[in-house]
C-alpha cells in the first residue's frame, strides 16, 4: 500500500530559480530563504519519497486566460519544463507516474469534482523551483509527480473550501492506491504578494502568520475567508494560498510541524517554507534555528 510521509509547503517565486543559477544562496538577501530548506533536505534523504503530488498554480506556461480549467490534473508519463520569459533555463523533465494519476482522477470524478485530464502536460516554476528548493543538484529528479493545477488567476476563483474538499478527495485516493509509492505532498505559492495595480509590493505579515500556525492542525480555519477575502487580505496572488489549502487537504490527519521558515521580502513576495510530517520513518526535532526571520523593515508592510 502507499504511504503518506509528510509535506512540504513553499513559495515558488521565479526570483528563487535566478537566485540558484547565479549560486546566491549564501547571499544574505537569500541566506534566511534557503536555510529553512536545510531540515526538508534532511528530511527528505531519511524518508526516500518516490512520489511527490504537487498542487500548484500554472503561469500561462500550460494554460492561459482564454482556457484555464479550475483543477487539471496531468496524467503524462513525462512532464517538461519550458522557458517562460523569467530568464529561468529549462529544467530537466519530470518522470510521471500515469497509473497514480487515473486513480486519483477517477476518485475525484466519482467525488463529483469536475477535473481537466492532461495527458500531455507543461510544468512551470511553480513546480520546478520548490522542486529544486527540495532536491538541490538537478537532474535526475529522485521522484516521480503528479502535478495538481488549481486556477488562482481567472475569477472566478475555486473556494478555499472547494480547494480543501478537493486535497481530502485526492487524500482518500492516495489512502487507498494500491501502489507501493512512498508520496510527500507539495503545496506551492504565496504567501501574501501582490504584483500590479496601487498595491503592489502588498505584504500582509499578520495573515501570514495565521495561515502558518492554522495549517497542521486547525486548517478548516483557513476556509472561514472566501478567496475574494483572501485577494484584500493577502494581495491579487497572495490567493496562491489555495495551492497549500489543497494540499493539507491531501496529506490527511497525523501530520505534526517539524520545521518553518517566514522571511520578507524576497521579489516583493512573503516567502515562506512549511514541512509537515506524518512519517513513522524518522523523528526530527522542530526546527527552530530560522523558525521566524523578517526583515526589519517589515512595520511597513500593512496588516
Known sequence: MATILGGIFSSHVPGIGVAIARGLQQDPYWKPFFDGFAPVQSWLAAIRPTTAVVFYNDHGLNFF??????????????????????????TAPFAGAPALS????????????????CQKMLVDH???????????????????????????????????KRVLALGRAVNRALASWEGDDRIVVMGTGGLSHQLEGERAGHINVAYDRFCMDKLTDDPAALVAHSSLDIVELAGSQGVEILNWIAARGALGDGAREASRT??????????????????????????????????????????
Open 102 to 117: 487515473w486513480h486519483i482522477i477517477e476518485t475525484l470524478v466519482d467525488a463529483e469534482f469536475d477535473v481537466t485530464t
Open 126 to 160: 511553480a513546480v520546478t523551483i520548490p522542486c529544486a528548493l527540495a532536491w538541490p543538484g538537478g537532474a535526475p529528479w529522485p521522484v516521480r509527480i503528479v502535478p495538481i493545477a488549481i486556477n488562482t488567476v481567472q475569477h472566478p476563483l475555486p473556494s478555499p
Open 65 to 90: 486566460l482564454d482556457k484555464m480549467p479550475t483543477f487539471a490534473v496531468g496524467a503524462a508519463a513525462e512532464y517538461n519544463n519550458a522557458d517562460e520569459g523569467w530568464g529561468l533555463t529549462p
Open 262 to 303: 517566514y522571511h520578507i521580502p524576497i521579489s516583493n513576495t512573503a516567502a515562506a517554507v512549511m514541512l509537515l510530517d506524518r512519517s513513522d520513518v524518522v523523528s526530527i526535532p522542530a526546527h527552530d534555528a530560522a523558525a521566524e526571520v523578517v526583515a526589519q523593515d517589515s512595520a511597513r508592510h500593512a496588516t
